[in-house]
Structures are given as C-alpha cells and as structure tokens.
C-alpha cells in the first residue's frame, strides 16, 4: 500500500480508506511476463506496464487522476526518445548534439517537471540508489568532463559512462575513462550533500581520486607486446608499500575548493532531474531497482 501512494502522491489529497489493490490476475499474467527472455527495452516496456495497471486499478472511479498519471508516463518516454534521437551520451560528451536536439530536450524535460510526483524529493527515499546521467549543464562534473574530452579525439581519450551514487547525505561520482582504447581508469569525486529544504540540496566537493589505469592485453597491438610484459614484470617487482598506493589511486583533497546549491525539480522510481543556480538541467536515469518507501522519511532540514 505504501509503495502505492509513494508512486501516486498527487493523490494524498484525495480522502478515501484504502485504494483497492492490483488485482491477482493481473499480478501473475505481469510475473509470467518478466520471466520471459528480453532485452532492457523489454524490461522498461513491462515495468511500465505494471505501473500502468496499478494507476488503472488505483484510479478507479477518478478518470482524471488516471488521464493525469498516463500524461507523466507519456511524458518520460518521450523525453528518453529525445535523449536517443540527439544521440545518447556519447553525443553530449563529444559535443556532437545539435541546437535543435538541445532545445528539444530541453522542451521535453520542462514537461515532465510541471508533472513531478514527490512533493519532497530531498528526504524522499527514492533519492537514493546508482545513477546514470543523461543530460547535464555548465555546473555539473560532466560538464568539466565534457570539456576535457573534446579537446581530444575520440581515439585517444573517451569518457565512456559518467554515473553516480547517492546513499547517506553522499555523492559518489564515477567517470569510466578509456584512453588509446586500450587503457581504462577511473576519476572518482566524493561530495556532501546537505538538505537545504524540500526541494534545494547543496554538494560540497570532498575528495578526487584518480584510479590506477588498467591495460587490456587483448588491446594492445601485437608489436607493442613485449613492452606490455616488461611492464607488467617491472609492477609486480615493486615492493609492496608503493604497490599499496598504487592500487588505492591518487588523492587529491578538495575540502572547501567547491560547492554549488541545487533544486530536484522532478524525482520518481526511474528519473531524476535536477537544476543548478543557473537553471540548466541534469537529467539521470536510475541504474538499479529503486528502495521500496514503506516508511516515510523523516530526515529534518533547515530553511
């Protein structure tokens, strides 16, 4: 029940003892279905079938609540279809997306925002959990990313995943990097978060870390092999204080160096979208099942 109304919160205002639930048939014809083969499309395709049939059976008897909640989900197909047709990531990292595709994306996340479902999204448990950025703006670390890469060709360095991990009142952010297509490493940036009100966070920059790159020997050309190898001896040769700290990656302390404020201006089960002083969007898609909201949050801020 509680999982119902944390999906349907534009119906809290609404009096009535117990929404009825998704009926038994349709329940299992949904499980049979997810046993099924299919690809990640698939995967979305039925868990927005099983939403669907959870407003339907919830909405009963209120057919505007039910024409309001189809409108969101209409609304976040089509801003993932904007996302595709201006090239996914990589062509946001490269530089490579159009005027036309930014302003149209751009159109379609102020749709989805006026439809937002979590009235309080900072302390809303649905916040936490991995993320995966789609879209960002000026202020974000996949901005500073962007900027990086496009200065070099896509040969020699290439940023192939930008993600982030929230849990805690923390910001885990991982940048996958590949350079020379043979060797990949990872940029990792630890941040604060801080609950500023029920809509505004701000991130403080902890700490960076630069991972030990690792090589791929099915990458590296047959003439350059025998240079891989000496290499590879010379590392394992080394003594073991140093090969510590190679392993742990360069630190490199950022207390204090920044911090932005931001707004959550849409949070569900699967996106997540989020706007900087400036107003510029970032947009991230959940990577994993979200934690189930069976007790509302509790967590205290201050105005």
Not at 6 to 19: K, N, Q
Not at 128 to 155: K, M, V, Y
Not at 170 to 179: D, G
Request: charge should be positive.
């Amino acid at each position: 029940m509680a999982s119902l109304h944390a999906s349907l919160p534009s119906v809290s205002s609404i009096r009535f003892r117990r929404p009825p639930l998704v009926s038994p048939s349709t329940l299992t014809s949904l499980a049979l279905q997810s046993r099924l083969p299919s690809n990640g499309r698939c995967r979305r395709i039925l868990r927005r079938r099983f939403c669907r049939a959870m407003v339907q059976q919830a909405a009963q008897g209120s057919p505007a609540i039910y024409a309001k909640e189809m409108e969101r989900l209409s609304a976040k197909e089509s801003l993932l279809l904007a996302f595709k047709d201006a090239g996914g990531f990589e062509a946001l990292v490269t530089g490579k997306t159009t005027d036309i595709q930014r302003i149209d994306v751009n159109e379609r996340i102020t749709g989805l925002e006026r439809l937002n479902p979590t009235s309080r999204p900072t302390t809303s448990p649905f916040l936490e959990g991995r993320w995966n950025f789609e879209w960002f703006g000026s202020g974000s670390p996949g901005f500073a990313a962007t900027l990086i890469f496009q200065r070099f060709p896509s040969t020699l360095a290439n940023l192939s995943k930008l993600d982030a991990f929230i849990k805690d009142g923390t910001a885990r952010i991982t940048a996958n990097v590949k350079l020379l297509n043979a060797i990949e490493s990872k940029v990792i940036l630890s941040t604060k978060l801080s609950v500023e009100g029920p809509l505004r966070l701000k991130e403080e920059y902890i700490e960076g870390i630069l991972e030990t790159p690792s090589v791929s020997e099915q990458a590296v050309p047959e003439q350059l092999k025998g240079l891989f190898n000496q290499a590879v001896n010379t590392m394992q040769q080394l003594p073991v204080p140093i090969k510590d700290v190679l392993a742990s990656g360069l630190k490199v302390p950022l207390t204090g160096s920044y911090q932005r404020l931001m707004m959550i201006s849409y949070l569900d089960e699967e996106i997540l979208i989020i706007r900087d002083t400036s107003g510029v969007p970032e947009v991230l898609t959940r990577l994993e099942s979200p934690p189930s909201p069976l007790e509302p949050s509790t967590t205290d801020y201050e105005s």
